[in-house]
Nanobody
């Protein structure tokens, strides 16, 4: 049974930091590219950051470049998203995604709220 379980969401003040994690099981984690998406209320889901399976190359949405960092630990089957200098517009449900060719897996999402 494939599972992606996110953790680490919560409420943080503007300018603060938060770290998310996503643990995968039931599939060969190291063979999958991993990504973080987010969906704000009333908006479409958007790609935030991605990391390749083979060489760990990363890619970021322009809105988070320089503030967010994606990383992975294949020994722990876990992908991380470190979020710094958070802004109210970062408020959203954050989803973990695993992809290999046409196969996609999604986590259940974790809420991140940036508010004073």
């Amino acid at each position: 049974q494939v599972q992606l379980v996110e953790a680490g969401g919560g409420l943080v003040q503007p300018g603060g930091s938060l770290g998310l994690s996503c643990a995968g099981s039931g599939f060969t984690f190291s063979s999958y590219a991993m990504s973080w998406y987010r969906q704000a209320l009333g908006k479409e889901r958007e790609l935030v950051a991605a990391i390749t399976s083979a060489d760990g190359r990363t890619n970021y949405a322009d809105s988070v470049k320089g503030r967010f960092t994606i990383s992975r630990d294949n020994a722990k089957n876990t992908v991380y998203l470190q979020m710094n200098s958070l802004k109210p517009e970062d408020t959203a449900v954050y989803y973990c995604n695993a992809v290999r060719y046409r196969t996609h897996y999604w986590g259940q999402g974790t809420q991140v709220t940036v508010s004073s």
